[in-house]
């Protein structure tokens, strides 16, 4: 009797979540490209006195509204200051605001859309009464008031921390307050994932072997929260970005002489019909860095969702 | 229905009340009274004349007090003096300022409906053909962009780039509510609303463009997940052509989310206005927030907020109204 040829076994390749979630995002290419951008934006602001080529701050007397020349690529803007230093000192500015914001409303959101979840009853009620009230209110508008508010204070509780924080203070004003209204987008869709774990059988088997809220929420939930927390957070970077910018532009966010991407923009009304550079140049910084992390977060959206298979 | 909606309309009420509590505490506790802006310069003006006058306006009064008082008004429709626009504020921000808004922001979203609606049901019908990547890729570039940048560049582009090449022939005018020379009572008709157009062809395309965005991505999201459900396989399945499986079954329960989008947009677009506004000068009423706000003349602030509040509760209960006439599952009693 002959052997039998061996059948052709195609391996089985074991992968673990986070790998079938590497896999999945890596096929996404916008993602994969916007991904490097995010990377070297943020090389670009850690390396801001590197490669900055001027002062961001050195004013040019006999150089006002300098067009894009050789020397300075983007131009100058109306007090004679190099407008690509200042582009790449900005970045900083962008980067911490969108990370900061980001970070911060998602632990609030992550709280509150937990203790909400998980408990529910009367404190997921409260909650989301507090959500909705959050909601009704007219935001950018608010953002406004509050800014200025802080910005012109003078009690003496602000007054020591601008003294303590001098120009950096409008930057901690600023993320505060888009924190502030920033985590009721998490704090639902982190709810409504709560809601639908907390009666998994593996929650009551935790239970059943001892474990208490505490542990029940942090070890048990939170982990399997993660996937909406992320993508949510990457697409908060964005978003704060934005509303700073927008802040800026109207003169309520963050303060010159520090230079961002958005005060740069603050008179483009008025100088676009002659100097249509000043504007361009930080205009298509946000641009580009808002849509990179909107890509960044879609790509996650696809890794990380277990429905969609790929 | 009746009972739902009487039901809701008192629930209403305590937010409005805690929402018109927080407007107002925010905007009163600005440092820098409207007297403070009044006598700013003023080198003869002495302490207790400042004195007497915030005792005049009421100003010396603690917080609560003023907001009561501030309340009560507010109820009979009284919402103080404009000092900046010298007339009443309400009178002002409704009259002169809420029409140029409305103006700006209806035509901008039924634009916006109109073009992203049918988009995104194309888009979604045909996911991951190179329409669909082209669509989508457009609604995120459009979703990032700023406003405040855009618009600028759109002025630029129309206002000073394209009649220098043009020889004038192409020429949008760089903002602004209508031709300064044009008086409307001798001009004719058309001449006044071709002005118009002119004037509002930028600020509209501009605030169009990002509500095509949204309403696009989320008109297809809702597509996809329709196209996928049991009901229309089994349309399909028993033989029924696929347009109508698509228009019939289909797109009915894809168009009832809308109405939650819109809710939510309506109210926004009053207060996200105030970018557009700034961009291309129109005095609309974000404009006048904004203006407000600089000004210090926070009876028009008020008014504009509570206003915009009132709207966006106003449009959550419509909203579910709305959601119950439309879709037969949906019964509150």
Known sequence: MTALPALPVKPVVSRSAGAVALRRFRRHRLAMFFLIVIVLLIVMAVSAPLISPYDPNAQDLSGFYEPPSAQHLFGKDDLGRDILSRIIWGSRISLLVGFSVATLSILIGTVMGTLAGFFGGRSDYLISRFIELMLSLPTLPLLLVISGLLAASDSPAVMAFKAALGAGSSIVIVVAVLSLFGWMGTARLVRSEALKLRNLEYMDAARALGARNPRLMLRHMVPNLLPVIIVQATLDVGGAILTEAALSFLGFGIQPPVSTWGNMLSNAQEVVLQYPWIPFFPGLMILITVLAFNFLGDGMRDALDPRSKL | ?333
């Open chain 2, 1 to 333: 229905m009746a009972t739902y909606t009487f039901r809701r309309i008192l629930q209403m009420l305590p937010l409005l009340l805690l929402i018109s509590l927080i407007i107002y505490a925010l905007t009163a506790l600005q440092p820098g009274d409207p007297v403070d802006q009044l006598t700013l310069g003023n080198s003869q003006i002495t302490p207790a004349d400042i004195a007497r006058l915030k005792a005049a306006y009421g100003l010396d009064q603690p917080i609560y007090l003023r907001y009561f008082y501030w309340l009560v008004q507010a109820l009979h429709g009284d919402f103080g003096w404009s000092r900046s626009f010298s007339a009443p504020a309400a009178l002002y921000v409704f009259q002169e300022r809420l029409p140029n808004t409305l103006l700006l922001t209806v035509p901008a979203l039924l634009i916006a409906l109109l073009i992203a609606v049918p988009l995104g049901i194309y888009s979604a019908m045909r996911q991951y053909s190179l329409p669909d990547y082209v669509l989508t890729f457009f609604s995120f570039v459009a979703f990032s962009t700023p406003v405040f940048w855009l618009g600028p560049m759109v002025l630029w582009l129309f206002a000073i780039w394209l009649p220098q090449v043009t020889g004038g022939a192409v020429s949008l005018p760089p903002g602004g509510l209508g031709s300064p020379d044009l008086d409307p009572a001798t001009a004719g008709f058309w001449a006044v609303l071709g002005d118009k157009l002119k004037y509002l062809a930028l600020p509209l395309s501009v605030l169009a463009l990002r509500e095509i965005a949204v309403i696009l991505r989320f008109m297809r999201a809702n597509m996809l997940e329709v196209l996928n459900l049991d009901y229309v396989r089994t349309a399909r399945a028993k033989g029924l052509p696929v347009s109508k499986v698509v228009y019939k079954h289909a797109l009915r329960n894809a168009v009832i989310p809308i109405i939650t989008l819109l809710s939510l947009a309506i109210p926004g677009l009053f207060g996200g206005a105030i970018i557009t506004e700034t961009v291309f000068s129109w005095p609309g009423m974000g404009r006048a927030i904004f203006e407000g706000l600089v000004n210090k003349d926070f009876n028009v602030v008020l008014a504009s907020l509570t206003f915009i509040s009132l709207l966006t509760l106003i449009f959550s209960l419509l909203a579910d109204l709305a959601y119950a006439a439309v879709d037969p599952r949906i019964r509150y009693d």
